[in-house]
């Protein structure tokens, strides 16, 4: 009789928990993208307007920000965006971006990195500051799947790739707002200095993360040239 069991329980149960916990683990792993895809395909398929809370118009119509990831697409109420500070953060509404920037991280000490990279997204040290004189601002982040081992902020740059040319960046630093304008999107493989170490005639913006998410294989960099600038000081 115990062997009857024994046997209902290899061929029959044990089967079903192992393919249950499968399931479960690919649902752990991939969650992150499959919720950032269907975020943003509910946010493209609304028509909303988002205002920073500065009055600065965002140009893109559409979705959310980086409150309730359904509850802002679901309103034909106009979506007021506050960054999270002004000292350095960026926004990129488009796919629902809004966290505070770590200043002078080292682009070539893996644990200094990965520690910032879990306060917010990276600038690197080497790399200049937003400023309307010619320089080249480089920010990097995780695109990644495991969120439980790299902290709040591992999966915030899933999205990069879905960024083309004329979306607007937000970047504030010191008090002020420096708009920024996607001139172009493209894959490095493997670890390529040259995003960083290029020559610039005018103020640019670099943002940098792995591709595909999850993996090392290459590096997805977007490029963007400054188009606008808010200085409160100025205008007083």
């Known amino acids: 009789m115990k062997i009857k069991k024994l046997k209902i329980l290899y061929f029959k149960v044990l ?4 393919i ?7 649902l752990i792993t991939f969650g992150p993208i499959l919720l950032s ?9 609304g028509n909303k307007q988002i205002i920073l809370s500065d009055n600065l118009s965002l140009d893109n119509q559409a979705g959310g920000g980086q409150g309730s990831v359904f509850g802002g697409l679901l309103s034909a109420t106009p979506t007021i965006i506050s960054p999270v500070n002004k000292d350095f953060s960026i926004i990129v509404e488009k796919i629902g971006i809004n966290a505070p920037v770590v200043a002078n991280v080292s682009v070539t000490d893996p644990k200094k990195y990965n520690e910032a990279l879990k306060e917010g997204i990276a600038h690197a040290l080497t790399s200049d500051y937003p400023s309307i004189n010619p320089g080249n601002v480089y920010l990097f982040a995780h695109a990644s799947l495991n ?13 990069l790739r879905k960024l083309e040319n004329k979306d ?5 630093y010191n008090e002020k707002h420096f708009i920024y304008e996607v001139v172009g999107k493209e ?3 493997g670890w390529n200095t040259y995003p960083i170490s290029r020559p610039v005639i005018e103020p640019i913006l670099t943002l940098q993360t792995c591709d595909p998410p999850g ?3 290459n590096r997805m960099v977007i490029t963007a040239r400054l188009i606008n600038y808010n200085d409160p000081e100025l205008a007083e």
């Open 20 to 26: 249950s916990t499968g399931i479960v683990i690919l």
């Open 187 to 189: 894959v490095y493989k």
């Open 168 to 172: 607007k960046i937000h970047l504030f």
């Open 37 to 45: 895809e269907l975020w943003y395909s509910l946010k493209v398929s």
């Open 147 to 159: 969120f439980w081992d790299m902290g709040k902020y591992s999966t915030v740059f899933n999205l």
């Open 215 to 217: 993996t090392t294989l």
């Open 15 to 18: 089967p079903s928990i192992l």
